[in-house]
C-alpha cells in the first residue's frame, strides 16, 4: 500500500520545546515537502527537498529545521524560535521538482502549543 | 505578488446537482493547474490537474476548464454526492525556473439533502 504517512497525528508542546514530526513516503519520489495550513489560508511552503541531503527553505522557513538523510523521509522540527507554531502541517512528495509535477499529499500533523 | 484565488469561499448545493467552483489566477505564465479537495481534518487529495496548452480535461464525475484569456480555472463536479463535501482548492506553478506550486485558499463545498 503506497503512500504517504505522517505521525503523530495531534501533537501537543509546551512554549520553549522543540518538536519532531515524521514523514515517510514509500512511492520513491525524489521530492520531498512540508507545507504549513492555517485557516482561511492556503497552504504556504516551509521547506523542501528535491533529493537526498539537499534542502531549501521556502517562504515561511524561520523556526523550523528539516534534515533529508534517507530518500523516503523528510522529518520536520519545530523549535523553540517559531513565534506561532499552532497549525496543520502538512508534508507532500512529488516524482520530480518543484516546477510542474504533481504533489501529494500525507495526512497530516496538527500541532498545539499550550 | 503573484496569488492563485477563488471567488467564492462557501458554496452549497442540492445533491444531485451539479457543482462549479472558480479559481482566478494572476501570472499570465503559469502552465500548470491542479485542483485538490480537502476533507475536514485530512490532507489534500489530488482530484485533476491541466497543463495551459488544453482548455478542458475531464476525469471521473469532474471536468477543469482553463481560460487563459481571463486567467481563470474551473471545477466541474456533476451529480454532486454527500462524499463531495469538502474544501476545494486550485494550485498553480510553472512560471518560472525557480516556480513553486502555489495554493488559493480554498472554498467549501456543502451538499443539501
Known amino acids: 500500500d503506497g503512500g504517504i504517512t505522517q505521525s503523530p497525528k495531534y501533537l501537543f508542546r509546551k512554549e520553549g520545546q522543540n518538536v519532531t514530526l515524521s514523514c515517510e513516503q514509500n512511492?520513491?519520489?525524489?521530492?520531498m515537502y512540508w507545507y504549513r495550513q492555517d485557516p482561511g489560508q492556503g497552504l504556504r511552503l516551509i521547506y523542501y527537498?528535491?533529493?537526498?541531503?539537499?534542502?531549501q527553505k521556502g517562504d515561511i522557513a524561520e523556526g523550523y529545521s528539516v534534515s533529508r538523510e534517507k530518500k523516503e523521509s523528510f522529518p520536520l522540527t519545530v523549535t523553540s524560535a517559531q513565534k506561532n507554531p499552532t497549525a496543520f502541517y502538512l508534508c507532500?512528495?512529488?516524482?520530480?521538482?518543484?516546477?510542474?509535477?504533481?504533489?501529494?499529499f500525507g495526512p497530516g500533523t496538527r500541532l498545539t502549543v499550550l | 505578488g503573484e496569488s492563485v484565488g477563488l471567488h467564492l469561499p462557501t458554496l452549497s448545493v442540492q445533491e444531485g446537482d451539479n457543482s462549479i467552483i472558480n479559481c482566478a489566477y494572476s501570472n499570465s505564465a503559469s502552465d500548470y493547474f491542479i485542483w485538490y479537495k480537502q476533507e475536514s481534518g485530512k490532507g489534500p487529495q489530488f482530484i485533476i490537474d491541466?497543463?495551459?496548452?488544453?482548455d478542458k480535461r475531464q476525469g471521473q464525475r469532474v471536468t477543469v476548464l482553463l481560460n487563459k484569456t481571463v486567467k481563470h480555472l474551473s471545477l466541474q463536479i456533476a451529480a454532486t454526492q454527500p462524499g463531495d463535501s469538502a474544501v476545494y482548492f486550485c494550485a498553480e506553478s510553472g512560471y518560472s525556473s525557480a516556480s513553486k506550486i502555489i495554493f488559493g485558499s480554498g472554498t467549501r463545498l456543502s451538499i443539501r439533502p
Open positions: 512511492l520513491n519520489h525524489d521530492a
Open positions: 491541466i497543463r495551459s496548452n488544453m
Open positions: 507532500a512528495s512529488s516524482d520530480g521538482g518543484l516546477e510542474s509535477d504533481t504533489q501529494y
Open positions: 527537498s528535491q533529493i537526498v541531503n539537499d534542502f
